[in-house]
T-cell receptor
Framework: GAGVSQSPRYKVAKRGQDVALRCDPI?????LFWYQQALGQGPEFLTY????????KSGLPSDRFFAERPEGSVSTLKIQRTQQEDSAVYLC????????????FGPGTRLTVT | QKEVEQDPGPLSVPEGAIVSLNCTYS??????FMWYRQYSRKGPELLMY????GNKEDGRFTAQVDKSSKYISLFIRDSQPSDSATYLC????????????FGKGTKLTVNP
């Protein structure tokens, strides 16, 4: 079946603009994660949903970052008033249940803030 | 000190070589250990997943976990140019309901 999809694949924003990044998890997957990957680094955790409940948002770097998953499937990561340090690849991952360990990643959205 | 340490390389080997990649970690609560492969401008692809200590083999890939030493390894036998990618180790304490903590990634090039 289809994997995790993300859109847009590339986004260029001027500093101060708001952006919205979308994630479509694998159908039926309960858990959804957002990670941020800076150039030359491993992904770093941002936030986690189980169905529509946001259970962990400890990795969100500031209150400019906001994520939602209102119907327990598609998720949106929103960044307000973007800054240059927000430039990174934003990865979404999903897993089947809260007990399963395998997280499957999407291709990512590459955000460049100019 | 980061929770997970991984030598970023780069590592360059001839085709057919045995490749050894490894990570160390400091959090003794980690129980689930994964290796992901990431091609340039792509998302990470799950290669191997192991729970607790021990070995796991899948084709040319072998993952080893030594919890007593807080050390994990990935071996690639008969390496191919198509194995050229960045390899990321990742781990978590609670499995799928918890965030993964990643290493920095090791960039591998296999030369034909």
């Amino acid at each position: 079946g289809a994997g995790v999809s993300q859109s847009p694949r590339y986004k260029v924003a001027k500093r101060g603009q708001d952006v919205a990044l979308r994630c479509d998890p694998i159908s039926g997957h309960v858990s959804l994660f957002w990670y941020q990957q800076a150039l030359g680094q491993g992904p770093e955790f941002l936030t986690y949903f189980q169905n529509e409940a946001q259970l962990d948002k400890s990795g969100l770097p500031s209150d400019r970052f906001f994520a939602e998953r209102p119907e327990g499937s598609v998720s949106t990561l929103k960044i307000q008033r973007t800054q240059q340090e927000d430039s990174a690849v934003y990865l979404c991952a999903s897993s089947l249940t809260y007990g399963a360990s395998e997280q499957y990643f999407g291709p990512g959205t590459r955000l460049t803030v100019t | 000190q980061k929770e997970v340490e991984q030598d970023p390389g780069p590592l360059s080997v001839p085709e057919g070589a045995i490749v050894s990649l490894n990570c160390t970690y400091s959090n003794s609560a980690f129980q689930y250990f994964m290796w992901y492969r990431q091609y340039s401008r792509k998302g990470p692809e799950l290669l191997m997943y192991t729970y607790s200590s021990g070995n796991k083999e899948d084709g040319r890939f072998t993952a080893q976990v030594d919890k007593s030493s807080k050390y994990i390894s990935l071996f690639i036998r008969d390496s191919q140019p198509s194995d050229s990618a960045t390899y990321l180790c990742a781990m978590s304490a609670q499995g799928g309901s918890e965030k993964l903590v990643f290493g920095k990634g090791t960039k591998l090039t296999v030369n034909p």
